[in-house]
């Protein structure tokens, strides 16, 4: 540039040309800028709708939770049917939607739904040894190890780990030395794994999604041979308890107790004839020593309808409470296998039975299916009665942007149902059919070609 007279400086050609360019950069930076603005909004926009989406997923779940709860507390009266009562699939909540999965045990193909009883499990706290190895999968080191993690003493069992075990790990922690409060908590123990947990349903959808059928292709590592090959997960609890009454709450008579024979007698009178009632008396020795109410069965020769108005008010265990019974009512297949004694045959004779008939209010219903030596030898690990359920909530709000996913366990014992344990799944992934997300992202309606995929 030039100085002018007037001290001004006049654009020469060559300066006209650099003001013209700056002039576009200044132009493009801004128009730059109003784009970079008008994305970051955008993504603000869209971020504010997945955290309004977030948020209604995550209520969703407490509505879900309300709802089952007032499932449990409506359905107390008949706990046998409340498994299958409600379909819990796509129920809408508002504008969103909730399912409650289950691990479907028949078919890896197929979504179940519904509640699970934790009744229906082997308690991993209460279980004998010999109970945890019969779980599928379950290793000799792990049950041992298991026993020892839970026993009071510090006395290391063949195969198990008490504190020199754990304080040898890189990251050192004490043997427990007490129950176990949740199900992973298992995986702190000597010889536990995922793999042996979960097998190869990571997203314990109880489903061979394809990263669980494609070897080490992606995580988990499994075998690739299209059929998902499970771990015990589904077959174990550590919430199973029950009061030891009967089903109106009163107390029970204990059997063995040498001094409730009055108790009995009066009991037994109020079904048999007074006759009737000091013959089976008579039966029963001065020192009773029946195993459980079943041996009780078998050692009076009582006959099977004399018994089942008797049974719900007979105990051999003076304890409170009775954790970890089984409920036979229930029980898979897995579990049931798990009871001592108990064979393949004897299991789907079982589950035969307790798909042909309905009134199965007491457990003497099996010593119709078992022999005498497999009927006593279960009857003290059983009960036809359920009061932990659990549930896996699967929230996704209604506009397909977010979804929660809760594992919950809930409790009826006292009559109001309560949550005792919530745990977000969320980190899993989404466990259903990704068609379900599409559709309501689309502002497409759930038709039943879409919830009916798998
Ligand atoms: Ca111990
Ligand atoms: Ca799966
Ligand atoms: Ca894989
Ligand atoms: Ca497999």
Same mark, same amino acid.
């Given at each position: 540039m030039n100085a002018t007279e007037g001290g001004q400086f006049e654009p020469t050609g060559r300066s006209k040309g650099t003001i013209l360019i700056v002039t576009i950069w200044v132009v493009l930076v801004l128009a730059g800028l109003a784009l970079v603005f008008a994305h970051s909004m955008r993504i603000a926009a869209i971020v504010a709708a997945n955290h309004v989406a977030s948020l209604k997923a995550e209520s969703v779940a407490a509505g879900a939770s309300e709802f089952i709860m007032a499932q449990l507390a409506a359905g107390e009266e008949e706990t046998g049917d409340l498994m299958e009562s409600e379909p819990y699939e796509a129920v809408e909540l508002g504008e969103d939607y909730f399912w409650v999965l289950r691990s479907n045990l028949e078919d890896d193909d197929e979504? %179940?739904? +519904? *509640?699970? %009883?934790?009744?229906? =499990?082997?308690?991993? @706290? /209460?279980? /004998?040894? &010999?109970m945890l190895l019969r779980l599928p999968g379950m290793t000799a080191e792990l049950a041992a190890s298991i026993i020892d993690w839970r026993d009071e003493d510090s006395e290391i069992s063949p195969g198990g780990a008490e504190d020199e075990y754990y304080l040898l790990l890189s990251e050192p922690y004490n043997c427990k030395n007490s129950e176990l409060e949740t199900v %992973?908590? #298992? *995986? *702190? #123990? =000597? +010889?536990? /794994? &995922?793999?042996? *947990?979960?097998?190869?349903?990571t997203n314990l959808n109880g489903i061979l999604d394809d990263n669980e059928n494609d070897g080490d292709l992606s995580d988990p590592d %499994? @075998?690739? @041979?299209g059929r998902l090959d499970t771990g015990f997960y589904d077959y174990v609890t550590v919430y199973s308890v029950e009061e030891n009454v009967d089903n109106e709450g009163g107390q029970r008579i204990n059997i063995n107790d040498a001094g409730a024979r009055g108790d009995l007698q009066s009991a037994l009178q109020e079904t048999l004839k007074e006759e009737r009632t000091l013959e089976v008396m008579s039966l029963i020795p001065t020192r009773p020593s029946f195993d459980n109410i079943l041996d009780f069965y078998y050692m009076t020769g009582l006959k099977f309808e004399e018994f089942t108005q008797i049974a719900d008010r007979l105990t051999t265990s003076d304890e409170a409470t009775m954790p970890g019974v089984v409920n036979v009512n229930t029980a898979s297949k897995e579990v049931l296998l798990c009871l001592p004694g108990l064979e393949e045959n004897d299991a789907d004779a079982l589950l035969s039975y307790r798909d042909r008939n309905n009134e199965l209010d007491s457990i003497a219903w099996v010593t119709n299916v078992l022999d005498r030596e497999k009927a006593v030898g279960i009857g003290t690990y059983i009960t036809v009665r359920s009061f932990q359920y659990s549930a896996d909530i699967v929230c996704l709000s209604? @506009?397909?942007?977010?979804y929660k996913r809760y594992k919950a366990v809930f409790d009826t014992a006292g009559g109001t149902p309560h949550v005792v344990y919530w745990k977000s799944l969320t980190h899993s992934g989404w466990p259903l059919n990704r068609e379900i997300v599409a559709a309501l992202r689309k502002g497409e309606p759930l038709t039943n070609r879409i919830l009916g995929m798998n």
């Amino acid at each position: 540039m030039n100085a002018t007279e007037g001290g001004q400086f006049e654009p020469t050609g060559r300066s006209k040309g650099t003001i013209l360019i700056v002039t576009i950069w200044v132009v493009l930076v801004l128009a730059g800028l109003a784009l970079v603005f008008a994305h970051s909004m955008r993504i603000a926009a869209i971020v504010a709708a997945n955290h309004v989406a977030s948020l209604k997923a995550e209520s969703v779940a407490a509505g879900a939770s309300e709802f089952i709860m007032a499932q449990l507390a409506a359905g107390e009266e008949e706990t046998g049917d409340l498994m299958e009562s409600e379909p819990y699939e796509a129920v809408e909540l508002g504008e969103d939607y909730f399912w409650v999965l289950r691990s479907n045990l028949e078919d890896d193909d197929e979504f %179940d739904y +519904g *509640l699970t %009883d934790e009744a229906g =499990k082997v308690n991993l @706290n /209460s279980a /004998s040894e &010999e109970m945890l190895l019969r779980l599928p999968g379950m290793t000799a080191e792990l049950a041992a190890s298991i026993i020892d993690w839970r026993d009071e003493d510090s006395e290391i069992s063949p195969g198990g780990a008490e504190d020199e075990y754990y304080l040898l790990l890189s990251e050192p922690y004490n043997c427990k030395n007490s129950e176990l409060e949740t199900v %992973d908590e #298992i *995986l *702190l #123990i =000597k +010889g536990a /794994s &995922e793999e042996l *947990l979960y097998g190869e349903d990571t997203n314990l959808n109880g489903i061979l999604d394809d990263n669980e059928n494609d070897g080490d292709l992606s995580d988990p590592d %499994d @075998n690739r @041979n299209g059929r998902l090959d499970t771990g015990f997960y589904d077959y174990v609890t550590v919430y199973s308890v029950e009061e030891n009454v009967d089903n109106e709450g009163g107390q029970r008579i204990n059997i063995n107790d040498a001094g409730a024979r009055g108790d009995l007698q009066s009991a037994l009178q109020e079904t048999l004839k007074e006759e009737r009632t000091l013959e089976v008396m008579s039966l029963i020795p001065t020192r009773p020593s029946f195993d459980n109410i079943l041996d009780f069965y078998y050692m009076t020769g009582l006959k099977f309808e004399e018994f089942t108005q008797i049974a719900d008010r007979l105990t051999t265990s003076d304890e409170a409470t009775m954790p970890g019974v089984v409920n036979v009512n229930t029980a898979s297949k897995e579990v049931l296998l798990c009871l001592p004694g108990l064979e393949e045959n004897d299991a789907d004779a079982l589950l035969s039975y307790r798909d042909r008939n309905n009134e199965l209010d007491s457990i003497a219903w099996v010593t119709n299916v078992l022999d005498r030596e497999k009927a006593v030898g279960i009857g003290t690990y059983i009960t036809v009665r359920s009061f932990q359920y659990s549930a896996d909530i699967v929230c996704l709000s209604g @506009n397909g942007r977010a979804y929660k996913r809760y594992k919950a366990v809930f409790d009826t014992a006292g009559g109001t149902p309560h949550v005792v344990y919530w745990k977000s799944l969320t980190h899993s992934g989404w466990p259903l059919n990704r068609e379900i997300v599409a559709a309501l992202r689309k502002g497409e309606p759930l038709t039943n070609r879409i919830l009916g995929m798998n």
